[in-house]
């Protein structure tokens, strides 16, 4: 595993690894900052999904006979 090293410079390895990361980086950003969806700087997020807590309520369910034989 070290002989990799003596092929490729250590120091351009991880310039070049860490540009590239930086690069995806902010093309993923401005991917998602063009959706209505998940474009954080607009400030009108879509409202699926979102809870009324005044509406909300308790709904107790009965799921079954329960046995009082257990082992």
Do not use: C
Request: hydrophobic share 50%; net charge neutral.
């Amino acid at each position: 595993m070290y002989r990799i090293w003596l092929l490729f410079d250590p120091r351009r390895a991880l310039v070049g690894l860490f540009a590239f990361l930086f690069i995806l980086a902010l093309v993923i950003h401005f991917i998602l900052l063009s959706t209505d969806r998940f474009n954080w700087l607009e400030g009108h997020p879509l409202k699926t999904g979102q809870i009324n807590p005044t509406t909300q309520s308790l709904v107790v369910t009965d799921l079954g006979e329960q046995s009082s034989d257990r082992t």
